[in-house]
């Protein structure tokens, strides 16, 4: 196939890009470069089933030629890129994902949105179930993010429904391994560059708030498994194993050999105290669920980062 993918830069697109490249496709990447980064793709400077378009998705999106699938990934995804860049979020969520369905109707094309764990908001059910609607706050300040793929996926359903587009729609849990950006303000990555700087790691509020942590290479079998042999309804895509903030701030300091203390910081306004995605409907319908544990991923990660930051 020839697969359009937005967001190609980032680090879930990157990865993505790598996988459907070895599975043979034709991949066209998308990317404005405003949180991806050249670095990522850079090792496919002279793959010839591979093209790159540095292009902002909210003005503008077409390729000539055939194109059998469109993914959409562009869109800053941590707190602190969508809080810095809370009207570039919305534009991605909304502009963005018009485009990129008006591009996957006009080609026939198959279409995929990356949507998130952050639909739920600060969940009054747990684990969150895909039929669960959410408790989100619209105007606080990760209202940016939750509510631009809040509508994106409003957006998606509508092009399925009245345009008869093939789509799929993935709920994306935390998502951690190679390729995240040191200063990219998620936890994997503030815990792990900090222990290896020797520096406090920060938790914020008691750290009593729980993650569930996906390794990459998990998260990517599962889109691609979902792209392939999925439906239109959202899927929940995450680890489902629970952590405290604190439980894995002790792991990152045990696997980096740091003896760093802990700095606790006030809890940001509407942070979710709980995250844990219910995937029986990802296990039933493309028989998926996540294979590597928490501490072999951190390790991948760490040595990732040693190399990146020459520690």
Known sequence: MRILVTGAAGFLGSHLVDRLLAEGHHVVGVDN??????????????????????????????????????????????????????????????????????????????????????????????????????????????????????????????????????????????????????????????????????????????????????FIDDLIEGIHRLFLHGGADPVNMGNPTEFTVLQLGEMVLRLTGSRGPIERKPLPVDDPRVRQPDITRARALLGWEPTVALEVGLSRTITYFRERLGL
């Open 33 to 214: 470069l405003i949180t991806g980064s050249l670095g990522n793709i850079a090792h496919l400077a002279h793959e010839p089933r591979w093209q790159f378009v540095r292009q902002d998705v909210t003005t503008f999106l077409d390729v000539e030629g055939p194109v059998d699938g469109v993914m959409h990934f562009a869109s800053p995804a941590s707190p602190v890129d969508y809080l810095e860049l809370p009207i570039q979020t919305l534009k991605v969520g909304a502009l963005g994902t018009h485009k990129a369905l008006g591009l996957a109707r006009a080609k026939g094309a198959r279409f995929l949105l990356a949507s998130t764990s952050e639909v739920y908001g600060d969940p009054l059910v747990h684990p969150q179930p895909e039929s669960y609607w959410g408790n989100v706050n619209p105007v606080g300040p990760r209202g940016v993010y939750d509510e631009a793929k809040r509508f994106a996926e409003a957006m998606t359903m509508a092009y399925h429904r009245y345009h008869g587009v093939d789509t799929r729609i993935v709920r994306i849990f935390n998502t951690y391994g190679p390729r995240m950006r040191p200063n990219d303000g998620r936890v994997v990555s503030n815990f792990i560059v900090q222990a290896l700087r020797g520096e406090p790691l920060t938790v914020f509020g008691d750290g009593s708030q729980t993650r569930s942590f996906c």
